[in-house]
């Protein structure tokens, strides 16, 4: 080969690996959503005044430790509950809600009470008839202190044993948040 032919080649090859690098990865990471803010508006379906569980960590994982607000429910008393998410890291903050109304088909919580006796049943469905539980009904039992776990399932299997009924067991998906409650029942 020629100086000159070598040389052309050199280029052309060089030119082959530099664009062959710079390639973008055709398929971009799947990011979670960040959910800063979950807030459990639970009202007396009487009337009377709200109850409000509360979560939020504005920093996300790590860092600081979120704030847990709890609440007291008044035993026999049936309560409509609605749940609101937010990311609060974004200005302005971010409906987290929003999403999962428009991805209901993907989404669905469930509700844990453990040390009390709360009935939770769901109040609203996806396209399939599937359960949300973006809003619920709430029935508290005797007294007494306890917690109720929200968690909250992207792509949960929701023709699996139980899940329609709010059986976490064998739902599957991933966990986008999960939240201890401590509540009292008097």
Known sequence: M???????????ASGVVLFN?????????NEEELITTLT??????GGGTPVVLS???????????????GG????????????DLLNESENPSESITEEI??????????FA??????TVTYDDADADGNPVGLKSKVVAGGAGSGTLKITLRHEPNKA?????????ANAGGETDIEVDFPVTIQ
């Open 40 to 45: 459990y508006t639970l009202t007396p379906a």
């Open 101 to 110: 109304e428009e991805e209901d088909e993907a989404h669905q919580f469930f």
């Open 21 to 29: 690098a710079c390639k973008d990865d055709p398929t971009p990471p």
């Open 55 to 69: 979560f939020k960590d504005l920093d996300g994982d790590g860092g600081n430790a979120p704030v847990i607000t």
């Open 113 to 118: 009470a453990t040390g009390i006796t709360l």
């Open 160 to 168: 699996g044993s139980g899940v329609k009924e709010g059986n976490i």
């Open 2 to 12: 020629k100086f000159a032919q070598k040389i052309a080649f050199l280029l052309v």
């Open 72 to 83: 007291t429910l008044t035993a026999g008393v049936t309560y409509n509950g609605e749940l």
